[in-house]
């Protein structure tokens, strides 16, 4: 049986190649490690206070398909079940499609109702400065611990000066305020020219208007709230008249239109497909297929 011997070796070495020490590995490919989030923390200040800079994650590219949408709706039904799921998948594909108008890295955000840290880790992976905002740090205590910095104000008087944001986001909450409209003014007055305004919220009219209380709100929504409390033995979170409001797309575009401060860059329906936009032209249609209407705004 012939024993292979290394090159150069001497007569001593008579180990087979077979049982040599392994080569040690090396580490991943440069195109590999650039893909993975290295966080490079450094503090820094500047004129709006100290922060915490890391090497940003570039969020994923926002394709309005009928697989995302699917997904997203999968994630809707388990919101009471599994919120991680369902507030992770929100946040990242909020990102995302903030980021397909505006650069997020070093961007300062003002998310208005913000609620626990699922739009906070994905906002700040993406390289932005966050700020929340909240109105009600007892219901955040029951999602989870509120995100550190939150600030407790009113949407609709916002606590900021004017022009104090890059970008000012919110996510389903102006159908819980009483004027939401009021509350996109105030959006529109912190943001600083040239920056983005982003809103969205779930139409009256909508398969899921009346949030836990739907279908039944199609009855009126006082009616679908004694109908749950009936069923369920306690009120609705959101209690039609108190916390949840009628709105309407046709509000949100008639709105839109009348600010001469703003430029409209998109007002598209939330979460369907790039191929059913097309119901936005179809006033009554728009009402119920919609679902959740998105408002894209940019500051003059």
């Known amino acids: 049986m012939c024993t292979c011997v290394p090159a150069g070796a001497g007569p001593s070495s008579s180990r087979p190649w077979s ?10 490919r440069p195109s590999t490690r650039r893909l993975q989030c290295r966080r490079e923390w450094a503090h820094a200040a500047d004129e709006r206070g100290p922060r915490l800079k890391y090497r940003a994650r570039v969020p994923a590219p926002f394709r309005p398909t ?8 999968r994630a809707f039904r388990v919101e009471q079940t599994d919120p991680d799921r369902f507030y992770g998948a929100l946040a990242a594909d909020s990102v995302s499609q903030v980021a397909h108008h505006a650069p997020l890295d070093g961007a300062w955000v003002l998310d208005v109702g913000g609620g626990p840290g699922y739009f906070a880790r994905a906002f700040r992976d993406a390289g ?8 009600d740090l007892g219901e955040l205590s029951g999602l989870g611990a509120p995100e550190p910095g939150t600030v407790l104000g009113s949407g609709m008087q916002l606590p900021f000066a004017d022009g104090s944001f890059d970008v ?12 939401p409209w009021r509350m996109a003014d105030e959006m529109v007055r912190v ?7 982003f809103c969205s919220y779930t139409l009256w009219w ?6 836990e209380t739907a279908p039944w709100h199609y009855l009126g929504g006082y009616r679908a709230a004694r109908r749950y409390h009936r069923l369920h033995g306690h009120p609705p ?4 008249g108190s916390s949840l409001f009628a709105v309407t797309a046709a509000a949100g575009l008639r709105w839109a239109r ?6 409209v860059v998109a007002v598209v329906p939330r979460y369907l497909p790039r191929w059913a936009w097309w119901v936005l032209r179809v006033p009554l249609v728009r009402e119920v297929v919609t679902w959740n209407l998105a408002i894209v705004l940019r500051r003059r």
């Open 258 to 263: 009348e600010r001469a401060d703003v430029d």
């Open 168 to 179: 000012t986001y919110s996510s389903n909450v102006l159908e819980h305020v009483p004027d």
């Open 19 to 28: 049982t040599l020490p392994p080569r040690p590995r090396r580490g991943p």
């Open 237 to 240: 979170k959101n209690v039609f």
């Open 191 to 197: 943001t600083r020219p040239g920056g983005l305004v």
């Open 206 to 211: 909508g398969p899921w208007g009346g949030h």
């Open 66 to 73: 009928l697989r995302r949408s699917w997904r997203l709706f």
């Open 128 to 135: 932005a400065r966050y700020t929340p905002l909240d109105a």
